[in-house]
């Protein structure tokens, strides 16, 4: 994980493994902010036992286009500040998710030895033999189940980098509004967390859909671990708001875009073919079911449409229910329990 401070960051690397840890280590209370681009959501929540409290939510939304340079604006602007008044969670602990199109997830194999060694390995071959599209990263490296048979004396892992300008910025920006950041996230691992925690069977390999209105990002998971994450965004324009007639240009488009990441997936890092067991499908659709079903029919395997469940608490003050565009943000505040 990467600590607040900016001497931590450079220290710190990103934590992308679901993990357990004991409930003394778990977060009590604290605030989640989910970046991506086209929204970012916040969610402050509070633990009670085993039930978490969610206090209060906002979200807002931009286009793509318009989030080229978001990496800090985005979460400096006055609504952030005005949700840390209305909620009074100055000084809370906060968890930021970066978004997806500035995170890279590559599966390798590398020879087997200890993890200090082989963080070193891993930073000595970035800009040699492991390339990234931009400088400096903070990394983390995740050992995971192989995907193939492996020769004698490797492994398998997976790499997991940022840009550590990026981080940084966040990291200060956020305790400017007067939050304290304690770690960087992943959405996708969020997700995954909180689908987690509903007691969704995900058995064997999983593709979490993203579904959003110009873009979609595809991750893949096994045994609880990331091992791939790409986003899409292409010509389509999806309405979410009126299935209508448009449920089978949806899935022609999800369809297409999965086979080919499938197919990168399989022949480039995997080395063999591999299906998904399952396909979790996140979005703010409001007709996700008829496209999980759908989809599902085309494919011929289990799709989940995910969406915000009663298993977690809401105060009576809370007029409506959460809506799942804040489901990434949940998810945060779900680390360390999960």
Same mark, same amino acid.
């Given at each position: 994980m990467i600590k607040g401070s900016r001497r %931590? *960051?450079?220290e710190k690397v990103i934590s992308t493994k679901r993990r357990r840890l004991d409930k003394s280590n778990a977060i009590k209370k604290a605030v989640g902010i989910a970046i991506s681009r086209d929204r970012l959501a916040i969610i402050a929540g509070r633990l009670a036992g085993s039930n978490l409290i969610l206090l209060d939510a906002n979200s807002s939304f931009f286009t793509p286009n318009e989030s080229q340079d978001m990496d800090a604006k985005v979460i /400096? /602007? *006055? %609504? #952030?500040? *005005?949700f840390i008044l209305r909620n009074r969670v100055r000084n809370w602990p906060a968890i930021i998710s970066i978004p997806n199109d500035r995170v890279i997830v590559r599966?390798? &194999?590398m020879p087997v030895v200890p993890d200090e060694a082989l963080r070193q390995m891993v930073s000595i071959e970035i800009g040699n033999t492991i390339h990234l599209p931009f400088e400096d990263p903070v990394f983390d490296v995740i /050992?995971? &189940?192989? #995907? /193939?048979e492996l020769e004698e004396g490797m492994q398998s892992i997976v790499l997991i980098a940022a840009p550590k300008n990026l981080i940084l910025e966040m990291v200060d920006i956020v305790k400017n509004v007067g939050l304290k950041p304690i770690a960087i996230d992943l959405e996708p691992i969020a997700l995954w967390r909180y689908a987690r925690r509903n007691l969704i069977d995900l058995a064997g390999l999983t593709v979490l859909i993203d579904l959003r209105e110009q873009l979609i990002s595809f991750s893949i998971f096994l045994d609880d671990s990331l091992y791939f994450l790409r986003e899409v965004d292409g010509d389509f324009t999806f309405d979410l708001t009126n299935s209508e007639g448009n449920i089978a240009t949806i899935i022609n488009d999800i369809n297409y875009e999965l086979n080919r990441v499938m197919n990168f997936f399989n022949f480039s890092l995997a080395g063999t073919t591999l299906s998904a067991n399952q396909i979790l499908l996140y979005t703010y659709f409001e007709d996700a079911i008829d496209v999980a079903n759908a989809l599902a029919n085309q494919l011929g395997i289990t799709v989940i449409a995910m969406s915000v469940k009663d298993r977690l608490r809401q105060p009576s003050w809370v007029s409506q229910p959460f809506e799942n565009r804040v489901m990434g943000a949940i998810g945060l505040l779900l680390r360390g329990r999960v």
């Open positions: %931590e *960051a450079k /400096s /602007s *006055a %609504e #952030l500040q *005005a599966y390798m &194999k /050992s995971v &189940k192989p #995907l /193939s």
